[in-house]
């Protein structure tokens, strides 16, 4: 498997549920950074240049799938900046990968409320909607979108960005309640990774996944 934005929030979940999977040989990180994290069945690739994966190709063939969690908040971001980062770094990787693992599934983690029809009135929505088509539209063996809402991080996973840290921070202790009250609207970081095995091994209904849709794929216990 491979990972990209493993250092994030969703990335760090997505990651813990790769190395815990008995039936994944290895987990492949790429990044600017390093993970921090020591496993046997991890190689990390620490590459500067998101947009250019030329030196580094060698090291991206055969692999099955590959599970891109990279992203950025669009808050006091123009709209120039914010696709440069979501739309040109997102399709650089991704046809690079497509080209070199005909065999593969692309599963991108998108948001809840992107628009589709890139014409809305909420910038960081048309960008996504823009990436989510373009990806679609690769040779990949499969692509699945996945559009989650709100997101509980687990086993100690915590958000690089100050705002969401301070917002789960007073949230936290109604989230497991919301949970319960709103089934499949409110994933976690675990149930997300899960899903995306699940969805690289075995398909999914749909190649769009909303959170309901996501949640089925990976129901908590």
């Known amino acids: ?7 994030g929030m969703v990335g ?4 813990r549920e790769c190395l815990l999977d008995p039936d994944v040989a290895l987990v492949q990180t790429v990044g600017r950074t390093a993970t ?3 496993h046997p069945g991890l190689s990390e690739i620490v590459h500067a240049d998101l947009t250019s994966y030329a ?8 692999f099955d799938a590959c599970f891109f969690c990279l992203g950025v908040s669009s808050a006091g971001m123009s709209e120039a900046d914010y696709e440069r980062v979501t739309y040109g770094i997102t399709m650089a990787a991704a046809t690079t990968l497509a080209r070199l693992n005909k065999s593969m599934t692309f599963i991108y983690v998108s948001g809840a409320g992107t628009d589709s029809s890139e014409r ?4 960081w929505a048309r960008v996504k909607g823009r990436t989510e088509n373009a990806l679609l539209r ?3 063996k499969a692509a699945y979108m996945f559009r989650p809402g709100v997101i509980q991080p687990l086993h100690g996973i915590t958000s ?3 705002a969401y840290r301070l ?3 007073i949230t936290e202790p109604l989230l497991p309640l919301l949970r319960r009250l709103l089934p499949g609207l409110i994933l976690t970081t675990e149930q997300i990774g899960r899903a995306m095995l699940t969805a690289a091994r075995q398909g999914a209904p749909k190649r769009v996944l909303e959170s309901r849709d996501i949640s089925a794929l990976a129901p908590m216990g």
């Open 55 to 62: 030196p580094i190709e060698p090291r991206l063939v055969g």
């Open 160 to 162: 690089k960005t100050a």
């Open 36 to 38: 921090g994290v020591t």
């Open 167 to 169: 917002l789960y921070s």
């Open 12 to 15: 760090q979940g997505v990651l």
């Open 120 to 123: 809305g009135r909420i910038m």
């Open 138 to 140: 690769l040779p990949f």
């Open 1 to 7: 498997m491979l990972v990209f934005g493993a250092t």
